[in-house]
């Protein structure tokens, strides 16, 4: 594809309206439909992604009024307002950093998406073991009845341009009349209340204030609350019961610190506790949805193995990056591992791919994607990516424990290879594992228990045991680090301010925060840099809107390394990057990008038709060596 016009936010796709009009039935109908276990009506009919190329999918609503509910149990003019219809802020220097770059209207578009979660969900399929059409024939018959019901109203569909790509469309925002849940509500906390809108039910320690009176059994109104300015702390505490003079005297010493959250109810559901119970119960489900503001179809848990939940610009840059079957290629931070495979995938198994992250409980999670998904040529390390290059000569050194192979596995090595046949093998070196180089500490009891479930999942899918001495112990494989040019492929999707994810009610980082993660981020390019043959190609990504962390550091590493140049992506879905200059509160002048630099990188916009989280992939090649 050409490069498009440098201009701020000009769309590179063609985009497909698709219609979803909302149910005509009523709230109460559908809750009542929901208690008698019967199935619940189709939401509307959806016509299937128009088959013209490029497309990519627009969700978009028509929202009606709901009908009236049957019964009332408070009435309508007693009924305090709720609505779903958030009011996002920002602290005020990052605010205005934000509009020096993008615009005060553009923001503040931008901001109401945030709040709201993406109406379509992404299925990535795990071609190593299934097809799409096979997946989109079973899933529904995997679902709940409701689920199914929705997704038979909004059929799923392949992305046109993503290959593997399945995407399930959902619907909102539907407005929901609250009368038949006679005023009895329930308070859960932002991070609970982020989650439901994704589709979760609300779970016993989301929970942080409830009305009086609730039996197991009651329909109530789901309402979010929201820390106070400057402060982990909610208005009410835990506990808290609604309508007495306890909440009454907590709002009034809060004065005008209090959220009003009469916008923030986010549906209906059902109480599976007595009120007494709701905070005396220390997990489970404490409310079960029946009506929601936004309507996407659950598929969490369904056929393990064959697909994984992935947001689409995710699903984007690991094809961006595209590195051949038998490529070396370097994830330098893996964790939760949704990129590394669907590199691995991209290779059909093919070459090697090796996974760096922190800690040995998230380089596990990568490696056991990767053993779920059928994919052997995933290494996962446990490594501070800032680290890993090694200088000479350190770096004639080999990695000093590979993955799957403890000291046991190294004596089998050595057997296979004829080493000291007939005779005793030698002692095996010790295999430092602490952060200073000594031994670990032995194995938790939770890591033992975790370990048995992992070994009793691997059984019952006829997988062999774990013969790694390190795993087996509950330690992820480490290693010294690589040299120079180790790698035809980088992957850096680095950790950032994630000011792009949805849904979110509530931005909290500071200026300073900002910078000092951009200043991380260049940390990681430095490594990325170097550990990058010359000829090969780097991707940097974030799930973040901030200039600094995006364009800023795209055009400090132009500056800094002569020797990398931004090259077209593809496939390409997003929209130009940011060209020019930003000046920041201190009065300093932060350089972006020219307009031909601009229209090379991906910027993906959450207020834009394509409804994605925010998003930014910058694709470099390093000069071939002379």
């Excluded at 923030?264 to 007494?276: K, P, Q, V």
């Excluded at 680095?494 to 949805?502: D, K, M, N």
């Excluded at 910078?515 to 390019?525: P, V």
């Amino acid at each position: 594809m050409p490069p498009l016009p440098p201009t701020h936010f000009s769309s590179s796709v063609v985009l497909a309206r698709q219609t979803l009009p909302n149910s005509p039935v009523s709230a109460a109908a559908r809750i009542a439909a929901a208690r008698t276990a019967e199935r619940s009506p189709p939401i509307s009919a959806a016509s299937r992604l128009a088959a013209t190329p490029p497309l990519t999918a627009e969700l978009t609503t028509s929202v009606e009024p709901a009908a009236p509910a049957a019964v009332a149990a408070v009435p309508p003019h007693e009924q305090p307002q709720r609505t779903f219809a958030p009011k996002v802020c920002w602290e005020p220097e990052v605010q205005g950093v934000l509009e020096a770059a993008l615009g005060a209207e553009k923001l503040a578009e931008i901001s109401a998406a945030l709040a709201r979660p993406p109406l379509a969900t992404c299925l990535r399929v795990n071609t190593m073991r299934t097809t799409v059409e096979d997946l989109l024939r079973r899933l529904p018959e995997a679902m709940t009845p409701e689920d199914a019901a929705l997704l038979e109203a909004n059929p799923a569909y392949q992305h046109p341009l993503l290959a593997g790509a399945v995407i399930l469309p959902g619907t909102g925002p539907h407005p929901i009349d609250y009368a038949c849940t006679g005023g009895r509500e329930v308070i859960v906390g932002r991070k609970a209340g982020e989650a439901v809108m994704r589709g979760a039910h609300v779970f016993v320690p989301g929970l942080q204030a409830v009305s009086q009176g609730i039996l197991a059994g009651d329909l109530v109104a789901v309402s979010i609350g929201l820390e106070l300015p400057g402060s982990q702390r909610y208005a009410f505490t835990r506990g808290t019961v609604l309508g007495t003079e306890n909440a009454a005297r907590q709002v009034e010493k809060l004065g005008a610190a209090a959220h009003d959250r009469s916008h923030l109810f986010i549906g209906i559901g059902r109480a599976e506790l007595n009120r007494t119970e709701f905070f005396q119960e220390r997990g489970g489900v404490g409310i079960t949805m029946l009506e929601r503001v936004f309507r996407t179809p659950g598929c969490g848990g369904l056929l393990p193995g064959d697909f994984m939940l992935q947001n689409v610009c995710s699903l984007v840059t690991a094809q961006v990056l595209g590195p051949p079957p038998g490529a070396r290629v370097l994830d330098m931070c893996a964790a939760p591992g949704g990129k590394t495979t669907a590199i691995a995938q991209l290779m059909n198994n093919q070459g090697e791919v090796i996974a760096f992250d922190r800690t040995h409980a998230k380089a596990a999670g990568v490696r056991r994607i990767a053993e779920s998904f059928g994919l052997s040529i995933v290494k996962a390390y446990k490594m501070d990516a800032t680290k890993a290059l090694l200088e000479p000569p350190a770096a004639a050194a080999e990695p000093a424990v590979a993955m799957g192979a403890g000291a046991a596995g190294a004596a089998a090595a050595g057997a296979e290879a004829g080493e000291g046949a007939g005779e005793p093998a030698a002692a095996a070196a010790p295999v430092k594992l602490g952060r200073r180089g000594g031994v670990s500490l032995p194995p938790s009891a939770t890591t033992l228990r975790r370990l048995e479930r992992v070994a009793q999942a691997r059984e019952l899918r006829g997988q062999a045991p774990i013969s790694s001495a390190l795993v087996a112990a509950g330690q992820e494989a480490v290693t010294p680090g690589f040299p120079p040019a180790s790698f035809d492929y980088v992957l850096c999707d680095a950790p950032c301010t994630a000011l792009g994810l949805r849904p979110r009610l509530l931005h909290r980082q500071s200026l300073r925060e900002l910078e000092q993660t951009a200043t991380y981020q260049r940390k990681l390019l430095r490594v990325a840099v170097a550990l990058l043959r010359p000829g090969g190609h780097l991707v940097f990504s974030t799930c973040t809107i901030n200039p600094g962390e995006n364009e800023g550091n795209v055009r400090w590493l132009l500056d800094t390394f002569p020797d990398m140049r931004l090259v077209p992506q593809s496939p390409r879905l997003g929209l130009p990057g940011l060209s020019g200059a930003v000046t920041l509160p201190d009065g300093s002048v932060q350089q972006l990008l020219s307009e031909s630099e601009a229209a090379l990188v991906q910027r993906f916009d959450p207020s834009a038709p394509l409804d994605t989280i925010g998003f930014f992939i910058a694709k470099f090649e390093k000069a071939a060596a002379a």
